[in-house]
């Protein structure tokens, strides 16, 4: 089983830049695919990105291309979003999760594996 902590969350204001960690345990976290969901107060919880248990294969949800970036270090077992250029519409909870299948998939069933979430509040 695969345990995940995300951290980096915060208070910026409108175009400022934050970075997510989701820190990983588990026996095959190498080879799971990882991926950033996101919950804003009353809505349901969306897709952000994805990225394949190589690193190579991403994908990205429409409202975030060209301005946010996911990554992985399988040496660290962390995965990161790099987001950029935030907007008030990014305030959510950004949840990391963690799939044993090693389908690059953006629906939320299929991913196994979940951490408590980290905030992000953007001002304008």
């Known amino acids: 089983q695969v345990q995940l902590v995300e951290s980096g969350g915060g208070l910026v204001q409108a175009g400022d830049s934050l970075r997510l960690s989701c820190a990983a345990s588990?026996?095959?976290?190498?080879?799971?695919?990882m991926g950033w969901f996101r919950q804003a107060p009353g809505k349901e919880r969306e897709f952000v990105a994805v990225?394949?248990?190589?690193?190579?294969?991403?994908v990205y949800a429409d409202s975030v291309k060209g301005r946010f970036t996911i990554s992985r270090d399988n040496a660290k077992i962390t995965v990161y979003l790099q987001m950029n250029s935030l907007k008030p519409e990014d305030t959510a909870v950004y949840y990391c999760a963690a799939g044993r299948s090693n389908i690059v998939t953006k629906v939320p069933n299929l991913y196994d594996y979940w951490g408590q979430g980290t905030q992000v509040t953007v001002s304008s």
């Open positions: 990225i394949g248990w190589s690193g190579i294969s991403t």
């Open positions: 588990g026996r095959t976290f190498s080879r799971y695919t």
